[in-house]
């Protein structure tokens, strides 16, 4: 798939603790309407059937406005609902495989946490490259070192694919992100723990355009 490089500007990650009792699928609903172009539905803990109904909601509510929906690591649940892709780490399925099970048009990215990583086969096959993360987080314990804004800029010179950069991104930091290379970025905390997700989303949106 190739799709319009529009659709990377500004990727919602969920994340279920963040968005405690106001619930997810609202939350993403406020950020859609603020700006988001791309929403990644991404559970740690939640039961099969609860992942699915969520998603589920998720695919009702943003196939009519065209914002693709994609599923962290579960190839599973993005066949179950019919999601627009998947996106995995260098641990998960293969890319070739992901191809193959999702059809031709799925929308397939893939982590990028060290140089290295870009040497790979799969950093040629996915559609886009999470690469992160740039600074600091929290919401992924097991989430590798900061790359930093140079680490950023390095790999932006290694490749031409897309690049959603992640990683403790704020509206100060955005706009250094973008200018280092990245084509869009992907947030967690700035937009699922914003008072209004929509403001949030809508500050980050006015940055990427």
């Known amino acids: 798939m190739a799709p319009g490089r529009e659709i990377y500007r500004l990727c919602l990650v969920t994340d279920r603790d963040l968005?405690?009792?106001?619930?997810?699928v609202s939350i993403v609903g406020s950020a859609v309407a603020g700006g988001v172009t791309m929403v990644q539905l991404?559970?740690?803990?939640?039961?099969?059937?609860?992942?699915?109904?969520?998603?589920?909601?998720?695919?009702?509510?943003l196939?009519?406005?065209n914002i693709p929906l994609l599923i962290n690591d579960r190839a599973d649940v993005a066949l179950a609902v019919g999601a627009?892709?998947?996106?995995?780490?260098q641990d998960d399925m293969e890319i070739d495989m992901?191809?193959?099970?999702?059809?031709?048009n799925a929308l397939i990215g893939l982590s990028i946490t060290k140089d290295s990583d870009l040497a790979e086969s799969d950093a040629t096959r996915a559609d886009y490259l999470g690469i992160g993360p740039i600074f600091p987080q929290s919401t992924k314990p097991d989430a590798a070192s900061p790359i930093g804004i140079a680490g950023l800029a390095a790999m932006r010179r290694r490749t031409t694919k897309p690049i959603l950069a992640i990683g403790g991104i704020t509206l100060d930091t955005a706009a250094s992100i973008l200018k280092a290379g990245a084509n869009g970025l992907?947030?967690?905390s700035a937009i699922m723990a914003?008072?209004?997700p929509a403001t949030a989303a809508s500050a980050f949106r006015s940055i990427t355009m």
């Not at 968005?19 to 997810?24: E, I, S, V």
């Not at 627009?84 to 780490?89: A, E, L, P, R, T």
């Open 19 to 24: 968005a405690g009792t106001r619930g997810l």
């Open 42 to 61: 991404r559970e740690k803990t939640a039961p099969t059937r609860a992942f699915v109904n969520e998603a589920r909601a998720l695919m009702s509510m």
């Open 63 to 65: 196939r009519p406005l």
């Open 84 to 89: 627009d892709g998947v996106h995995v780490g």
């Open 98 to 104: 992901l191809r193959h099970l999702l059809g031709p």
């Open 186 to 188: 992907a947030v967690v």
């Open 194 to 196: 914003a008072p209004d």
